[in-house]
């Protein structure tokens, strides 16, 4: 017997592959924390790897932008930030994967922009309370095209992002401290992942806020750009 429902039940959100017609279903939206150590100083919160281990947070797959949008400032914030990350496609399952076998689970990667209020998330952060507000923003994950790169492991490539023009994030993704076979490792560790996952890796120092009529651009050498327009508050 046919399901049927009481409406329309919500699209399935999915991402432009290069060179390929058909598009990429995505599963669930994860994010790692404090990925950078500049970016981890300019947050008040140092890492230290030898006693330190990632987390995560998640976003709602309905956050997911693709690309040249124009997006609403969003509301309930005064200090809306860019996070430009790389951001890793899963193409295959996998739970408890070792490092050494990490690879095989990658699909591909694409630019991405993990966009928070800023002043709810460190709310949040001080007063010991989940992060949501903060992060699952509405229309607050934007990501390029995703490009296919099967059972590749990148481990180096320039960072980089632009606001109307002038330079505000220049990284390197050699500096990740947890880099994508350990993420991968660690992660599985948590959750069955499953193809269309995405792993947004963390972003570098030099985060700041946006206003109406701003311009973002990213890029990350070998990857490719993103672009996002911030219209006004809805
Ligand atoms: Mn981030």
Redesign the pocket.
Known sequence: MTTTYLWNPPPVHSLPVRGRTERLPINRLF???RNYHAHAVEMGRPVDKRVEVPFYFTKAPGTLVESGATVAYPPQTQNYHY?M?LVLAIGRPGFRVAETDAAALIYGYACGL?M?RRDLQLVARDKGRPWDLGKDVEQSSVVSEIVPMPGQVIRRGALELTVNGQTRQKSDVDRLIWNIPELIADLSKFYHLQPGDLI?T??PEGVGPVVAGDRIDGRIEGVGSIVLHVGAAA
């Open positions: 994010f790692v924390g996070e990350e993990d928070t947004f963390g972003t």
